[in-house]
C-alpha cells in the first residue's frame, strides 16, 4: 500500500523521535511544560513545515507522509504530537489554501522556521455547533472591529498569528462567518489562563480574548462570508492528523502492552504466551491496523484531490475510538505497572488519548457527517 519514500520516511522521523523526543516526553508531561526545545530541531527536518510550499520556505511531502510522522511523533508524546498536528493542518493549512501572496509571505516563512500559528475556533456556547460563533467582526470605514474570545485553543500562548472566525453581519440572524489572521501584538489581542488538563499536558492550550482588535481587509483571509466554509474545509484535513495522532498513542499503548508481556513472567514464561492476555494482544494489534489502513486510505483520497469528507470523518471516528479502547486495554494488562507513573507510559498514553474523540469533532458529529453523507449519496443516486 505504501511506496518506499513512505517507508524510508518513517525510519527518518523515528530516528528523530527516538533521539529528540522520546527522552523527555515523561518530563513534558510531568512538568506541563510546552516543549519549546523541539520547535527548531523539528523545524529544521520539515515537520513545521509539512504543507508549506518551498516558495515560503517549506518542505512540503504528501498526505501520506505528513499522517505518518504525526503517528510516529505521537507514538511516544502526545503532547508534542497535538502540538505538531495542530500547528500544521489548523494553523498553516487555512493561510496556505485560503491566504493571498501577501498573507502568505508574511506568515509562512516564520512558521516554517518553527513559529507557532495558531486557529481559533472553538467558544464557549460555539463548540461542535461552529456555527453559532459569537465573536463579532464589525465595518466602521474601512476596518474591521473585532470583539470576542476563543477557549482551548492549541499552540494559544507560543502562536505568533491566529486564524479566528467571526460573524461579519449585523443581523442576529444571519450567520455569516469571515475568517482573519489576528496577529499577536495586535492591541486588544491578549492570552488567556493556561488550561490545566487531564490529559496532553505538555501542550498549550489557553483562552484567546479579542477586544476591539482593528484591522484592516489585508488581515481578511480570503473573501467575506467564505469563513464557514474555509473551516470546513480546513477541518476535514485536520480530521486526517487527529486520526493520526490517535494511530500513534494506540500503537503506543501497543507497545507498552507487547513489551510488557515479553519481558514479564510467570512460571518461567512470558504471560503474553497465555492465551487471555494473547488474544488480548491479536486484538489490539487488529484494531490497529484497521484504522491505520482508513488514515492513509483518507490522506491518498486527499492526495487524489477526490471527495474525502466521509473517508477522513470515518478514519478519526475509528483511530480515536481505538485508541481509547487499546490505552484502556494496555493499562489492565500491566495492571497496577501500568496504573502507576513508570518505564511504561501506559496511564500517560491513557490520559492522552480521551482528547482524539473530542477535538476537531466529537466522535458524535463524526457519525453525523458520515450518515449525512451516506443519506445524500442515496438521493443522488
Known amino acids: 500500500m505504501l511506496e518506499k519514500k513512505h517507508h524510508e520516511y518513517r525510519e527518518r522521523i523515528q530516528a528523530f523521535v527516538k533521539e529528540q523526543i522520546a527522552p523527555r516526553a515523561a518530563q513534558i508531561d510531568l512538568e506541563q511544560r510546552f516543549p519549546v526545545e523541539y520547535l527548531k530541531p523539528m523545524a529544521d527536518i520539515g515537520l513545521m513545515s509539512m504543507l508549506i510550499s518551498e516558495e515560503y520556505g517549506g518542505q512540503p511531502i504528501d498526505t501520506v507522509s505528513y499522517s505518518i510522522a504525526v503517528e510516529e511523533v505521537s507514538r511516544v508524546c502526545g503532547s508534542t504530537g497535538i502540538t505538531l498536528a495542530a500547528h500544521n493542518s489548523l494553523g498553516c493549512f487555512p493561510v496556505v489554501a485560503f491566504g493571498d501572496d501577501k498573507q502568505k509571505k508574511r506568515y509562512l516563512p516564520r512558521a516554517a522556521a518553527g513559529e507557532m500559528l495558531a486557529f481559533g475556533l472553538t467558544e464557549p456556547e460555539a463548540g461542535s455547533d461552529a456555527g453559532g460563533t459569537k465573536t463579532t467582526a464589525e ?25 479566528g472566525t467571526a460573524k461579519t453581519s449585523d443581523d442576529p440572524k444571519d450567520p455569516t462567518i469571515s475568517c482573519f489572521i489576528l496577529d499577536k501584538e495586535m492591541e486588544g489581542y491578549s492570552v488567556g489562563k493556561k488550561e490545566n488538563k487531564l490529559g496532553l499536558r505538555g501542550s498549550d492550550t489557553a483562552t484567546l480574548h479579542f477586544d476591539d482588535v482593528t484591522v484592516g481587509d489585508e488581515s481578511l483571509l480570503g473573501k467575506v462570508g467564505e469563513g464557514f466554509k474555509q473551516m470546513l ?149
Open 139 to 163: 465595518r466602521k470605514g474601512d476596518k474591521w472591529v473585532i470583539n470576542g474570545s476563543k477557549c482551548f485553543i492549541t499552540n494559544a500562548s507560543y502562536a505568533i498569528a491566529t486564524v
Open 233 to 381: 474545509i480546513t477541518l476535514d484535513g485536520g480530521r486526517i492528523s487527529i486520526g493520526a495522532m490517535a494511530l500513534g498513542l494506540a500503537q503506543g499503548a501497543l507497545d507498552c502492552a507487547l513489551k510488557y508481556a515479553a519481558v514479564t513472567k510467570q512460571n518461567g514464561k512470558p504471560i503474553g504466551f497465555r492465551q487471555a492476555i494473547g488474544f488480548e494482544l491479536a486484538t489490539m494489534a487488529t484494531e490497529i491496523e484497521a484504522a491505520r489502513l482508513l488514515i492513509y486510505e483518507a490522506s491518498m483520497m486527499k492526495d487524489a484531490k477526490v471527495p474525502f469528507s466521509r473517508m477522513s470523518a470515518m478514519a478519526k471516528l475509528y483511530a480515536s475510538e481505538v485508541a481509547t479502547r487499546s490505552a484502556a486495554k494496555a493499562i489492565e494488562l500491566l495492571g497496577e505497572v501500568g496504573y502507576y507513573t513508570g518505564p511504561y507510559p501506559a496511564e500517560r498514553i491513557w490520559r492522552d488519548v480521551k482528547l482524539c474523540e473530542i477535538g476537531e469533532g466529537t466522535s458524535e458529529i463524526q457519525r453525523l457527517v458520515i450518515s449525512r453523507d451516506l443519506l445524500k449519496s442515496v438521493k443522488e443516486a
